[in-house]
């Protein structure tokens, strides 16, 4: 079993619809990661959180220590928003372990 | 801003062939990394340095070398390439720090192996 799991790992929405994105994992972790790739392969950070939420414009992230889980949401979804979402979590104090990705797909 | 170049975004070299992949930074990070990402495995660690001529194998190490000559460049080697090393390649730098780890990703290449 993948330490980081990431569901669904496709998603196909309408532009406008509210979407969500999940991650669960396995092991103790000095902070979480959302990661944004979109075709061509840059990745960009998008969030670093170890503790509640984080805002930013139509994103936002969420974290349960507890539950060891975590959401991606974004609100009013737009074709610009079509990418590959990647979880990843710290591992010690260098190293980050990756989720698979989620392919989200927004239609005009 | 943080900048991490890959020498190129697409190659193709031959069974066989030494394929040098080359990653540069600018921020004076102490940390950098080679991952490959395939469809279905999401990225997965080559190889980590934290420091000039210090490496240490990650997850899928074989078929693989590096090398850290200086602190803004590390190069990714596969001494004999072979078609199940056709791939994405990302590099990755960060700072040395005991507690995030946020990391600054390369724009990729993609290898195919023919």
């Known amino acids: 079993k993948n330490e980081v799991e990431q569901s669904p790992q496709n998603l196909t929405a309408q532009e406008g619809e509210f979407i969500t994105i999940n991650c669960s994992y396995s092991v103790g972790i000095s902070a979480l990661h959302w990661l944004q790739q979109h075709p061509g392969g840059g990745i960009v950070s998008l969030f670093m959180l170890s503790s509640g939420k984080k805002k930013h414009g139509r994103l936002i992230a969420t974290i349960n220590i507890q539950e060891k889980h975590s959401s991606l949401h974004i609100t009013a979804s737009h074709p610009r928003d079509s990418a590959v979402y990647i979880c990843?979590?710290?591992?010690?104090?260098?190293?980050?372990?990756f989720g698979q990705g989620t392919r989200l797909t927004i239609n005009p | 801003d943080v900048k991490v170049t890959q020498s190129s975004r697409y190659l193709v070299k031959r069974t066989g062939e030494k394929v040098f992949l080359e990653c540069v930074q600018d921020m004076d990070h102490e940390n950098m990394f080679w991952y490959r990402q395939d469809p279905g495995l999401g990225l997965r660690l080559i190889y980590f340095s934290y420091d000039v001529k210090m490496k240490e194998k990650g997850d899928i190490p074989e078929g693989y070398s590096v090398s850290r000559e200086k602190k803004e460049r590390f190069s990714l080697i596969l001494e004999s390439a072979s078609t199940n090393q056709t791939s994405m390649y990302l590099c990755?730098?960060?700072?040395?720090?005991?507690?995030?780890?946020?990391?600054?990703f390369g724009p990729g290449t993609r290898l195919t192996v023919l």
């Open positions: 990843a979590v710290g591992k010690g104090a260098q190293k980050l372990v």
């Open positions: 990755a730098s960060s700072f040395l720090q005991k507690t995030y780890n946020e990391q600054f």
